[in-house]
């Protein structure tokens, strides 16, 4: 949409001004063991509602998306 990436950066979870993107500041709120149980659980969101909005490809790609950063977490 719009030149954005809806994957990897989409334009509603940058807050203009902010200095810091939206994911980092839940990962600073629920700290580790929380930010991993929101990754799985957005992973598992998305994959679960994939067929319900005409997106399949963009939501199995935002769900990867969160099990590729939850990888990143535990390495």
């Not at 989409?10 to 990754?39: C, M, R, S, T």
């Amino acid at each position: 949409m719009g030149g954005f990436d809806q994957v990897n950066s989409p334009a509603h979870y940058n807050k203009p001004g902010a200095q810091v993107e939206a994911i980092d500041a839940i990962k600073a709120a629920l700290g580790d063991d929380g930010f991993k149980a929101y990754l799985r659980g957005s992973a598992m969101k998305y994959i679960w509602r994939c067929d319900a909005k005409g997106k399949m490809l963009e939501d199995i790609q935002k769900a990867k998306w969160f099990l590729t950063r939850l990888e990143k977490e535990l390495g």
